[in-house]
């Protein structure tokens, strides 16, 4: 969760950081995207995004229990380690994320409910393999 949500055409071998966002299940809800809350209408990632082109990213689903995250350090530690397989690196710190986490839920007033984080390899060149990722063979 936490780069810049406005991305740019492309013109060098530079790629942006990979976008992040934390979602909660509900009617009518604040969304965070890197770093920013926005209402569920006006929460958009690109349709370049490579989450959604070629599926590249990864997700946690998690609940919310009473306000309490449920295992929320297993969540976090696996959703790292699901980065880590396929070289994404996700652009903040888990006690970043799991701040995120809470800020979201606390301005939702959820205390129970159902969280979706989703961190995706953002815009990249074209192909499904992002510039810069390395091959595994």
Same mark, same amino acid.
């Given at each position: ?34 770093? !920013? ?5 006006? !929460? ?55 701040? !995120? ?31 810069? !990722?390395?091959?595994?063979?």
């Amino acid at each position: 969760m936490l780069s810049s949500l406005n991305v740019k055409q492309q013109t060098t071998n530079h790629r942006p950081p990979p976008i992040c966002y934390c979602h909660v299940i509900q009617t009518s809800l604040q969304i965070y995207i890197n770093g !920013a809350l926005y209402d569920k209408e006006d !929460a958009k990632i690109s349709v370049y995004d490579h989450g959604l082109l070629y599926g590249d990213g990864v997700f946690e689903g998690i609940r919310s229990y009473g306000g309490k995250v449920f295992r929320l350090d297993e969540h976090l530690d696996r959703l790292w380690n699901s980065a880590k397989a396929i070289i994404l690196e996700i652009p903040m710190n888990k006690a970043d994320m799991a701040k !995120a986490i809470y800020d979201t839920l606390e301005v939702n007033k959820i205390k129970d409910g159902y969280i979706r984080v989703v961190v995706t390899r953002a815009w990249a060149a074209w192909g499904s393999i992002p510039t810069g !990722a390395a091959i595994r063979k």
